[in-house]
C-alpha cells in the first residue's frame, strides 16, 4: 500500500480506501463476511474507513466499525454529516432521506456518531451529498468550526451525490470553504466533473485532495458483470441507463492494454490505477462485496501506471475513446 497526504491537512491516507456501505446494505448485492472484509482491509495496509449514519439502518455503517476503532491511531476514520436518518426516505426504494442542515441538528448529528464510533473525535468529517444550500450557509460552517475547535472532528469535506455531477456545488466548496476533500464519483470512463475540480486553483495547489467513488464504472471497469448481466431491481446498478451501461463496456474495450497480462493488473485494479495517475486523487474507495475482492483492489496501489500508460489514457478520453454514445449522462445540479 502507498499513502498520500490528503489535502494540506495532517491526515495521511491510503491511496486505496474502504466504505461500509455494502456492508450494512443489500443495494449493491449482499456480503456474508463483513467483518472478515474489514479486517482483510486494515491487513492490506488500508488506513482510511468511509462510512455515514444513513449506511445500513440506525447508523449500522458506523456501529459496525466500533470494535476496529481500538486501533484508533491506525484508522483516518471518515464520517458524514447531513441526513436525517430519523425520518422516512421521501419515497419508497432507494430514494434519499430528508437532510437536515440546521446547526443544532448538525452537532446532535456529530454527537450521534460519535457515541456509535465509540470514538471521541472524527478525522474527517463530509457533509453528506450537499445542494448549493448548506455550501453557502455561514451560519452551519461556523458550527463545524466550533466543532473542529472542540477537537471532536480534525478536518472538514464534501461527499457530491449521490450521482454523477454538482459541479458549482464543488466548486464552491473548494474556492469558499475551509476543507481538505472533495468526494466525488470519478472513474477513467467517466472523468468530468473530476478533471473540473482538479483544475481549482486550491486543488492544483495541493490545498484540497479529491477522493474517487465509483472507479469501476458500476462495475463495467470490474470483470464481475458483462453487457447481459441482468440485476435484481434493488440492486443500485439496476437504475443505470441502460445505453450508458453499454457505452462503457465498449470504450472499456480500448483500455485493455492497462490489464494486459505483462502488466500484472486485472482489470479492477487498472481502473484505480488509472485514477491514482491524476495528482489530485489523493484516494479511490472501490465499492467491494468481498474479501477477495478487498485484496485485490487494494493491491491496485503498488500497480501504478507507467508515463506512456498515463498519457495513452488522456489521449483516449480526449477522443472519447473513438466512440460514439448512445446516451450521454447528464451532471446533476441543484443550481
Given at each position: 500500500?502507498?499513502y498520500?497526504?490528503?489535502?494540506?491537512?495532517?491526515?495521511t491516507?491510503?491511496?486505496?480506501?474502504?466504505?461500509t456501505?455494502?456492508?450494512?446494505?443489500?443495494?449493491?448485492?449482499?456480503?456474508?463476511?463483513?467483518?472478515?472484509?474489514?479486517?482483510?482491509?486494515?491487513?492490506?495496509g488500508?488506513?482510511?474507513i468511509d462510512t455515514?449514519?444513513?449506511y445500513?439502518?440506525g447508523?449500522?455503517?458506523?456501529?459496525?466499525?466500533?470494535?476496529y476503532l481500538?486501533?484508533?491511531?491506525?484508522?483516518?476514520?471518515?464520517?458524514?454529516?447531513?441526513?436525517d436518518?430519523?425520518?422516512?426516505?421521501?419515497?419508497?426504494?432507494?430514494?434519499?432521506?430528508?437532510?437536515?442542515?440546521?446547526?443544532?441538528?448538525?452537532?446532535?448529528?456529530?454527537?450521534?456518531?460519535?457515541?456509535?464510533?465509540?470514538?471521541?473525535h472524527?478525522?474527517?468529517?463530509?457533509?453528506h451529498?450537499?445542494?448549493i444550500?448548506?455550501?453557502?450557509?455561514?451560519?452551519?460552517?461556523?458550527?463545524?468550526a466550533?466543532?473542529?475547535a472542540?477537537g471532536?472532528?480534525?478536518?472538514?469535506?464534501v461527499?457530491?451525490?449521490?450521482?454523477?455531477?454538482?459541479?458549482?456545488?464543488?466548486?464552491?466548496?473548494?474556492?469558499?470553504?475551509?476543507?481538505?476533500?472533495?468526494?466525488?464519483?470519478?472513474?477513467?470512463?467517466?472523468?468530468?466533473?473530476?478533471?473540473?475540480?482538479?483544475r481549482r486553483?486550491?486543488?492544483?495547489g495541493?490545498?484540497?485532495?479529491?477522493?474517487?467513488?465509483?472507479?469501476?464504472a458500476?462495475?463495467?471497469l470490474?470483470?464481475?458483470i458483462?453487457?447481459?448481466?441482468?440485476?435484481d431491481?434493488?440492486?443500485?446498478?439496476?437504475?443505470r441507463?441502460r445505453?450508458?451501461?453499454?457505452?462503457?463496456?465498449?470504450?472499456a474495450?480500448?483500455?485493455?492494454?492497462l490489464w494486459?497480462?505483462?502488466?500484472?493488473?486485472t482489470?479492477?485494479?487498472?481502473?484505480?490505477?488509472?485514477?491514482?495517475?491524476?495528482?489530485?486523487?489523493?484516494c479511490v474507495?472501490?465499492?467491494?462485496?468481498?474479501?477477495?475482492?478487498?485484496?485485490?483492489?487494494?493491491?491496485?496501489?503498488?500497480?501504478?501506471?507507467r508515463?506512456?500508460?498515463?498519457?495513452?489514457?488522456?489521449?483516449?478520453?480526449?477522443?472519447?475513446f473513438?466512440?460514439?454514445?448512445?446516451?450521454?449522462?447528464?451532471?446533476?445540479?441543484s443550481?
Amino acid at each position: 500500500m502507498r499513502y498520500r497526504r490528503l489535502g494540506n491537512s495532517d491526515l495521511t491516507v491510503s491511496e486505496v480506501g474502504f466504505g461500509t456501505w455494502t456492508l450494512v446494505s443489500d443495494w449493491w448485492g449482499r456480503t456474508d463476511d463483513p467483518n472478515e472484509m474489514i479486517a482483510a482491509a486494515l491487513d492490506a495496509g488500508i488506513n482510511f474507513i468511509d462510512t455515514a449514519p444513513v449506511y445500513g439502518q440506525g447508523g449500522a455503517g458506523e456501529t459496525i466499525l466500533a470494535p476496529y476503532l481500538r486501533r484508533r491511531n491506525d484508522i483516518v476514520l471518515t464520517t458524514k454529516v447531513g441526513y436525517d436518518i430519523s425520518a422516512e426516505r421521501k419515497f419508497p426504494g432507494q430514494s434519499e432521506r430528508p437532510h437536515d442542515w440546521a446547526p443544532a441538528s448538525v452537532r446532535a448529528q456529530v454527537e450521534d456518531s460519535l457515541r456509535r464510533l465509540g470514538t471521541d473525535h472524527i478525522d474527517l468529517l463530509q457533509l453528506h451529498n450537499p445542494r448549493i444550500e448548506p455550501i453557502l450557509d455561514d451560519a452551519l460552517w461556523e458550527t463545524l468550526a466550533e466543532l473542529r475547535a472542540e477537537g471532536k472532528v480534525r478536518e472538514l469535506g464534501v461527499a457530491l451525490g449521490p450521482a454523477i455531477g454538482w459541479v458549482e456545488e464543488g466548486n464552491r466548496a473548494i474556492d469558499d470553504r475551509p476543507i481538505a476533500s472533495l468526494q466525488t464519483v470519478f472513474n477513467v470512463l467517466e472523468q468530468e466533473p473530476g478533471l473540473t475540480f482538479a483544475r481549482r486553483a486550491r486543488v492544483q495547489g495541493g490545498e484540497v485532495g479529491l477522493i474517487a467513488r465509483v472507479p469501476h464504472a458500476s462495475d463495467t471497469l470490474s470483470g464481475k458483470i458483462t453487457p447481459d448481466t441482468v440485476f435484481d431491481p434493488k440492486d443500485h446498478r439496476a437504475h443505470r441507463n441502460r445505453d450508458n451501461m453499454l457505452d462503457n463496456f465498449e470504450k472499456a474495450d480500448t483500455l485493455s492494454y492497462l490489464w494486459a497480462a505483462e502488466t500484472g493488473r486485472t482489470i479492477g485494479q487498472a481502473a484505480i490505477a488509472g485514477i491514482l495517475a491524476h495528482p489530485a486523487f489523493t484516494c479511490v474507495i472501490p465499492t467491494v462485496l468481498s474479501v477477495d475482492e478487498v485484496r485485490e483492489y487494494a493491491a491496485a496501489a503498488d500497480l501504478p501506471l507507467r508515463e506512456d500508460e498515463a498519457r495513452a489514457l488522456d489521449d483516449l478520453w480526449a477522443r472519447n475513446f473513438d466512440h460514439v454514445d448512445r446516451y450521454v449522462m447528464p451532471l446533476k445540479s441543484s443550481v
